[in-house]
């Protein structure tokens, strides 16, 4: 049996309690119903009473569930008792009506469980406490704006872009991390800048300032490392040069065999009158063929005439040699 009768504990002026107390429980009348018999129960004292019993407990006549209805004027006039609130700590007193408000939204005194899922539980005046110590409430990134979990958000704020943070050159700059990438290759003045000369092998890396100077200070040394650096790359071109002339030399001997050897062959036009078979090239291109080929035919590139042996170089007389000449010349002019 199910009975849920008011305590009369909770009650200020138990000494108006005697009408409205409930038969079958021992308490106040809590949402009352009434039989024919003018007899009042609690809702579920009654229900429960007449699943096992078919008659009205006071009066023992005959009664079934069908018959119970409100009875919305008792129900108002206890509603209207002035009721303590359920924990002794708390002193809200109030209407019977407002009581069940005042644990579910009011009461200090009411154990909450934490929101966020942490499983903590506590009194409502401890809730502020615990927000703030929680480590699943959620906080907002004083940088970006962002929701996180309190927990989070020292991983959030290692990364969150719009966190100020200092430059790490040390240059005194503050900034926004997404920022700093730009700042340091752009207006760091303590960034680490490689020197210019760094392609011909200086090693000297430092600050705007401090590469400005090393530039005033290493003029000679740059000088010199440049002039290795430029040496180096004569030798190749004159290493080049050698290969180059060689290289033109041989050509011209092998277009000199090659003349030599069309000279000894006997012309096409005379093998055409002796009645010889006619060659590859005439047979593609019969009499009559167009012009432009009949053009192409006798350029003189096919018939090249053999150019002029080529002249056996003349001997190299060192240019200090040939001015000593010429100033000999002139001397005799004179
Ligand atoms: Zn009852
Ligand atoms: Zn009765
Ligand atoms: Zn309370
Ligand atoms: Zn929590
Ligand atoms: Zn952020
Ligand atoms: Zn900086
Ligand atoms: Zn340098």
Redesign the pocket.
């Known amino acids: 049996m199910e009975l849920n009768c008011l305590s009369p504990d909770i009650f200020i002026h138990t000494d108006t309690l005697e009408e409205v107390m409930c038969p079958i429980g021992t308490g106040v009348l809590n949402d009352p119903v009434v039989l024919p018999c003018q007899h009042r129960f609690c809702k579920s004292c009654i229900t429960a009473w007449l699943s096992q019993n078919s008659v009205c407990p006071t009066c023992r006549r005959e009664v079934s569930k069908q018959e119970l209805r409100p009875d919305d004027g008792v129900w108002k006039i206890v509603c209207s008792f002035k009721v303590k ?3 002794p700590a ?1 002193g ?1 007193q109030g209407r019977l009506a407002d009581r069940e408000l ?2 579910q939204k009011q ?3 009411t154990e909450l469980i934490c929101e966020f899922g942490c499983g903590s539980k506590f009194l409502r005046k401890e809730l502020e406490s615990h927000k703030k110590s929680c480590e699943l409430a959620p906080v907002v990134c004083k940088f970006c704006g962002k929701t996180v979990k309190k927990a989070k958000l020292g991983e959030h704020e290692a990364e969150c872009p719009e966190a100020v943070v200092e430059c790490p050159n040390k240059c005194g700059s503050r900034l926004a991390r997404r920022k700093l990438e730009d700042h340091i290759s752009e207006d760091c003045k303590e960034a680490r800048i490689p020197c210019k000369y760094a392609t011909s092998g200086c090693k000297f890396k430092g600050s705007k300032k401090s590469v400005a100077e090393h530039y005033a200070a290493s003029l000679e040394k740059h000088l010199e490392q440049e002039h290795s650096v430029l040496k180096v790359a004569l030798e190749k071109i004159q290493g080049l040069t050698v290969q180059c002339q060689t290289l033109a030399s041989r050509q011209t001997e092998l277009e000199r065999r090659l003349t030599a050897s069309k000279e000894r062959r006997p012309p096409p036009a005379a093998a055409a009158v002796s009645g010889a078979k006619p060659s590859a090239a005439s047979r593609r291109h019969p009499q009559g063929a167009h012009p432009r080929q009949q053009q192409q035919q006798s350029r003189p590139a096919r018939q090249a005439p053999a150019p002029a042996p080529a002249p056996a170089p003349a001997p190299v007389v060192p240019a200090e040699n040939q001015e000593d000449l010429e100033g000999g010349d002139i001397c005799k002019q004179q």
């Open positions: 609130c359920a924990h708390c809200w005042h644990l009461c200090e005194f």
